[in-house]
């Protein structure tokens, strides 16, 4: 997934980024709130770390904004605040959940998995298709009584496809989820990606299938 930090203090947004990095997700940085505003208008996110004392403004009115303007991306607010009022000002604002600084990161983790999975309406980090089990906590797949455990963006790749099956998507649309505005990278390496999927798929009942000048969807085999 695409996370975008919005964050000053750039020795705790690198040590972020790089625990992300280590789950599979994309993390672009944004320092302060004219930098987050560009990106949130040219990226679609699927989380947002939202500091509020920023260099250029207050990261509440960033928060207040986005929700007027029905932008439903959710929200997780990095704060230094601990009183009461505080917290259940920002809620009441829109964000989806607050962690008070400093933090250990495991919570953090924890915190985004727990708002991705409410957006989602799952109560747990499993899905099912086809007779394959997809358990993005412990990073694998399981059918017919055998696992195949996946890497970083191997995992973050099918759940994608996981969490719409059948539906198609482009070349454009999976490297955006996969890859940061840093890193670079051509189309070709959604390619490589796919090739190793469809191996560990290769003896389940599900199949990644091109969809030729399209893109690719996740279907049950025939």
Not at 38 to 67: C, K, N, Q, W
Not at 150 to 176: C, H, T, V, W
Not at 215 to 220: I, N, P, S
Request: no cysteine; net charge negative; glycine share 8%.
């Amino acid at each position: 997934m695409r996370f975008l930090l919005v964050e000053d203090n750039e020795e705790l947004a690198k040590a972020l980024s790089d625990r992300f990095a280590l789950d599979g997700h994309v993390v672009d940085h944004a320092p302060n709130l004219g930098d987050a505003e560009l990106r949130t208008r040219t990226v679609a996110y699927d989380l947002i770390l939202l500091d509020i004392m920023l260099p250029d403004g207050d990261g509440r009115e960033f928060l207040r904004s986005h929700r007027i303007n029905a932008d439903s991306t959710p929200v997780i607010v990095l704060t230094a605040r601990s009183e009461v009022s505080d917290r259940v000002g920002l809620l009441d604002l829109g964000a989806d959940d607050y962690i008070t600084k400093p933090f250990d990161f495991s919570e953090l983790e924890a915190r985004s998995r727990a708002v991705l999975r409410r957006l989602g309406g799952a109560a747990n980090n499993s899905k099912e298709f086809g007779g394959v089990v997809f358990d993005s906590t412990a990073g694998q797949i399981t059918f017919n009584g055998h696992s195949e455990a996946l890497r970083n963006r191997e995992l973050r790749l099918l759940e994608i496809f996981f969490n719409a099956p059948g539906k198609i998507f482009s070349k454009s649309y999976l490297m955006d989820r996969l890859f940061s505005f840093q890193d670079d990278v051509s189309e070709n390496a959604i390619e490589v990606y796919i090739g190793r999927l469809r191996r560990k798929l290769q003896d389940s009942p599900v199949t990644i299938e091109t969809v030729r000048g399209v893109g690719y969807h996740m279907t049950q085999k025939t």
